[in-house]
């Protein structure tokens, strides 16, 4: 698409002030103010199970509570320097609660996610009037042409598909300088914390949008850090699953070896309850093959208050010391566990980066191009057919795609070759062996239940002239190895949150599920974000 075209199209779909082109269907004005003086939200920090139980004794359709939710966004997401976490609306949201709720009427309840409202991050394919665009212009309007099997399940499940939220574009694989929560279609994410602060991504919007209560529950993806940093950054908990558990098939893809979606929400048991609504055996993925009889449909009954007891949790070296005030909040943490009768190993050591070489990034490249072109070729309706279609359009319409920052990720990628490289299978030998095996031998030789550090520190300003400011993390060794993670809030930082990974074997989410629980039962850290302009600082 050439510029002159672009500019006729935005004259057609309506450009929204600041927050970019979102639809391509005329847009209602979302400009009305904000005011922090107002009444709190009706249903602020209401939880799955207070919202079902709610339908239950008839105080709330799912219509209704879809209708508050539809209203807190538009006030609150969609207004002018709002959070900005929601890409889209679902124009099929209020018919399809009516329907839940008619089910409901006649006594067909589908689970325990009946009615619930979930928001998806926009690079998970919706076989409907949503567009499925990785935040980029070049797949704007147009849609995919089926639901990705996490969004069949999540039907099946009764679940209400809200919408769309914002992320990275290309779920931050385009440049190597770049702002989370930033994408050519949704423009800026914000953190609800402080609106000039950063949300972390690449699931930025599902991260912000969950924390600020414009939804009950959302789903992110991840291929290394891209759900538990925005779920650390927005203060909300955040499962990274084992890589099989759920089926990656119409995920806009990053790395075959890496690459999972997840849940996001405000409590463990909140993220635990969306967790088995999403798990099955999908022909479309082959790694979901290796879930059948290491998953389950419900991961509630791992709930558990004494989850922490006689457990022996590995700390792990290396995410402590950049910053004195995240490592007070660890500290806490530490004896938090110690009090729930956890016994902790300080200082366990994985493996040197050093280890990896070059390999991990080169994995990615490689796995990209290949994932993006097949997936490309999937969308009859799309502009853009392969990765260089893609180069080509940022190229052709740099202003609107790279105004801040180039796609050097993307011209990298594009240089690789097939899969069948030897260099390739060079770089996949080394980035498993080294990471799983890592996991693996270090939790033998200690004796350990699971794996904790700082999943992030506190969230940076937002700086769309120099990027991201990252400071300590922890996701890479889950990442790479395809083994489970989960965040929970672990504390804060002047009002900014800081959040506490939970990392061990393969498909040992119920283990891990029951030491966040437990964790979060002993500390009940989470506090609403009032989505303030900046930090009040004393």
């Known amino acids: 698409m050439k510029r002159r075209n672009f500019i006729q199209l935005s004259a057609i779909t309506g450009a929204i002030p600041f927050l970019g082109i979102k639809a391509c269907a005329p847009t209602e004005s979302t400009t009305e103010p904000s005011n922090s003086e107002e009444q709190p939200f009706e249903l602020e920090e209401w939880t799955v199970a207070q919202l079902r139980e709610a339908m239950e004794a008839g105080k709330y359709t799912s219509r209704q509570i879809c209708e508050l939710y539809l209203k807190r966004i538009k006030e609150k997401d969609q207004s002018e320097n709002g959070l900005n976490s929601v890409i889209e609306t679902n124009p099929e949201a209020l018919t399809i609660a009516d329907q839940l709720d008619n089910e409901r009427a006649e006594g067909k309840v589908r689970g325990p996610l009946h009615g619930i409202p979930v928001m998806i991050k926009d690079n998970i394919d919706t076989g409907d009037k949503m567009m499925t665009t990785a935040g980029s212009m070049a797949l704007a309007c147009s849609t995919a042409p089926d639901d990705a099997f996490i969004v069949k399940k999540l039907r099946e499940a009764g679940a209400v598909l809200l919408g769309k939220t914002n992320l990275s574009e290309w779920a931050n ?118 879930s059948e009889g290491n998953s389950y449909t419900d991961y509630t009954q791992f709930l558990n208050e004494n989850g922490l007891q006689g457990k022996r949790i590995g700390v792990l070296s290396g995410t402590l010391g950049y910053h004195e005030r995240v490592d007070e909040i660890m500290e806490r943490a530490f004896a938090a566990m110690e009090a729930q009768g956890a016994t902790l190993v300080q200082d366990i050591k994985l493996y040197e980066n050093d280890a990896y070489g070059n390999s991990g990034l080169e994995l990615l490249l490689y796995e990209f191009k290949d994932g993006l072109n097949k997936y490309l070729a999937s969308r009859p309706d799309a502009k853009v057919k392969s990765l260089a279609e893609v180069i080509q359009f940022n190229k052709d319409n740099a202003d609107v795609e790279m105004p801040y920052f180039p796609q050097g990720i993307l011209e990298r990628a594009e240089m690789k070759g097939p899969l069948t490289d030897e260099e390739y299978k060079e770089h996949l030998k080394v980035v498993t062996e080294v990471s799983r095996n890592g996991i693996d031998s270090t939790m033998r030789e200690y004796n350990l239940d ?89």
């Open 173 to 290: 694989f385009r440049s190597f300088r770049s702002s989370s929560g930033w994408s050519g279609r949704g423009r800026q994410t914000r953190n609800p914390y402080a609106l000039d602060r950063n949300p972390c991504g690449s699931s930025s919007g599902s991260g912000a949008a969950v924390s600020g209560n414009m939804c009950a529950l959302t789903i992110g993806t991840e291929t290394n850090g891209s759900i538990v940093c925005p779920s650390s950054a927005n203060g909300v908990v955040g499962i990274k699953p084992t890589v099989g558990l759920w089926s990656r098939d119409g995920i806009i893809p990053i790395s075959e070896t890496q690459d999972t979606a997840g849940p996001m929400g405000r409590t463990v048991a909140d993220a635990a309850s969306l967790l088995g609504a999403c798990v099955g055996v999908d022909a479309s993925d082959k790694r979901t093959q290796e």
């Open 450 to 538: 699971a794996i904790i550090g700082v999943t992030g520190g506190p969230a940076w300003p937002i700086d769309v002239i120099n990027g991201d400011h990252f400071g300590t993390g922890s996701s890479t060794p889950a990442a790479r190895s395809g083994y489970p993670n989960i965040t929970v809030p672990g504390g804060y930082v002047h009002g900014l949150p800081v959040g506490m990974s939970i990392f061990g074997g393969k498909y040992q989410e119920p283990k891990l599920i029951g030491i966040a629980y437990a964790f979060e039962q002993a500390t009940k850290v989470r506090k609403a974000p009032k989505l303030l302009p900046t930090l009040e600082l004393a």
